[in-house]
């Protein structure tokens, strides 16, 4: 068994001179250095050339008024003395200001050098009572004990930045001073240096303390400011992380979906084909598969779009009847081949300030994932007046009946991918997107979604709206279906990837039309040229060369107004997606599902 040997503490004035090398040692080098540049800096800051006149006219004061009680060379001797030191101090501080800042490997030795300058300067007046005080003169011993207590009082001040500066200067001045009172003999002298010891001692005291608060402030600064530094680098990380996520769905989304837009088209043709055949089963099991992919890949582009900024809201006043109405519409199949109830209550005339497609998109994907996990019961869709944060609001509730989400899943189900008891990943659940993206429309839209659940007993979502009061809203068109006319009967389609423009026109042809397919744009004009019976085009975003789907349809509707124009594309970069809204012209994002180009064709001008 051994005894750990207590550590000897070093003598205080030893701890007072080695202060800084024993907490550089402690708190690390690396983390102390802006530290000893702020002390520095301080320090510099002081030597001013006023501060520096000032400390010379005071030594002056003191060489000539004693010079005048008693003329003697060692009063002269002193004035040189004092005097060289100081423009030694002046002369450096003023080249080291001019250098401009101090490297980091010299903060050390320049502070080193600060202090031995100093120490240079309380040595020389440590010598002033020995070379001016006239021994056993009570006067002249008062005024040198008043002098060099309010140079060193003012010194310890201006110094208090650094612990080592303000010691070589108070130390050595006020030795001299204790030891030529004490030397001069009789009470007075003795009591005089007694007590001006006891001062210099508290000086020491309260001048440490005041550097150690200044050096814990320092610090504790500099390691917030280092922290929000590797804050923000750790946020920029995460955000390029995200950037580098949404570029990569972006270009994953448009380079899958253009071959499946063909596989689409390609699969509708099949089973407009075979509907009557022996393999019409087939087909129409591979058809589902197809829209089945389409509809994951749509939840993946929905996502970066959403994340790239591509998506902006529109915000108007809505009604919530026509708002149910459509959701009723979209979904009530949907429930009732599940065997459920969907029930849909809008009590009043509400109004709110929203984004029509966005806020049925939100509502939509809330009631979809609603109905998808109630086996049996009922989905109840309902909206009542509220008040939030923003004053009056209407609060949309979809409350069901399914299986609940238990408290420690809660906050994870609106993440990407994730989804309650499917640890399978059953494809037929879908791929877990539908509630991240209810979470970024949300935060689009600034409608703040809640969530309750129990397990086995359901989920109530609310999503609250801002309301708009009847009086100041717009009446609503009334709902109906889109007008529909006979598809034209000769339709151009300009698309470069040939599976894509051979789909399209496939599908369309087993829907009666007669279709051309060009892949360049020169081609697609000389065709409006030689067939003036054309009475639709359908162009993609991206075409080879300079001019792209939009500019060919753009010139296409202002010269030839009676076209029905159709852009298809599968581009998500926000630019792109601007340019497509500015432009006014309909458009179908790829994948295409078969119906929807027929719906768009269909639809008159």
Known sequence: MSATLPQRKPPAWQRLLLHEELVDAARGIDAMRPVRRAQLELLLQKFSLSASVAAALYAFALWVLFYALGPSPRVLLWAVLVHSVQAVRYTHTRRLLARGPVPDAELGPELHRQTRLLWMLGGAWSLAPWLLMRQGDTASMALMAVFIVGMVSS???????????????????????????????????????????????TLLKWTAQQVDLLVD????????????????????????????????LASASHDLRQPLHAVSLFTAVLEHALAQGPQAETVARLG??????????????????????????????????????????????????????????????????????????????????????????????????????????????????????????????????YQVGNPQRDRAHGLGLGLSIVRR??????????????????????????????????????????????????????????????????????????????????????????HADVGAVVADFRLAGPESGLDFLGEVRRTLPGIRCLLVTGETAPERISAIRA???????????????????????
């Open 217 to 248: 402030s320092l610090q504790v600064r500099f390691e917030k400011e280092n922290l929000a530094q590797r804050l923000a680098e750790q946020v920029e990380r995460v955000e390029a992380g995200s950037r580098e996520k949404t570029r990569f």
């Open 288 to 417: 589902n598969s197809v829209r089945m992919l389409s509809a994951s890949l749509d939840g993946m582009l929905d996502v970066s779009r959403l994340d790239a900024g591509a998506v902006q809201p529109r915000i108007e006043t809505l009604a919530v009847h026509p708002l149910f109405v459509s959701l009723q519409n979209t979904y009530g199949g949907r429930a009732q081949e599940k065997g459920l109830r969907l029930r849909i209550r809008a009590p009043g005339n509400l109004h709110v300030a929203s984004d029509r497609l966005l806020l049925e998109r939100l509502l939509g994907n809330l009631l979809d994932n609603a109905i998808k996990y109630t086996e049996q019961g009922g989905v109840l869709v309902a909206a009542r007046p509220a008040h939030g944060p923003a004053g009056e609001a209407v609060r949309f509730e979809i409350v069901d009946t399914g299986m609940g989400i238990a408290e420690d899943q809660q906050g994870q189900v609106f993440e990407e991918f």
């Open 583 to 605: 432009s006014g012209l309909p458009c179908l994002f790829k994948p295409v599902q078969p119906e929807r180009l027929v719906e768009a064709l269909s639809a008159s001008a």
């Open 441 to 530: 429309l949300s935060a689009l839209l600034q409608h703040p979604v809640a969530l309750r659940s129990r397990v086995g007993r359901g989920t109530r979502c609310s999503v609250q709206v801002r309301a708009v009061p009847p009086v100041a809203a717009v009446a609503a068109p009334p709902l109906r279906a889109a007008a529909r006319t006979q598809l034209p009967a000769h339709v151009l389609v300009l698309d470069d990837e040939v599976d894509s423009g051979t789909a399209t026109a496939a599908w369309l042809g087993a829907q009666g039309c007669r279709v051309q397919v060009v892949t360049t744009v020169e081609q697609a004009r000389a065709v409006l040229q030689a």
């Open 155 to 201: 010194a310890a001040a201006v110094l208090s930045s650094h612990r080592q500066t303000v010691a070589a200067f108070v130390v050595p001045a006020m030795t001299g001073l204790v030891l030529a009172l004490a030397w001069s003999g009789g009470l007075i002298g003795w009591i005089m240096a007694l007590a001006l010891a006891q001062y210099s001692s």
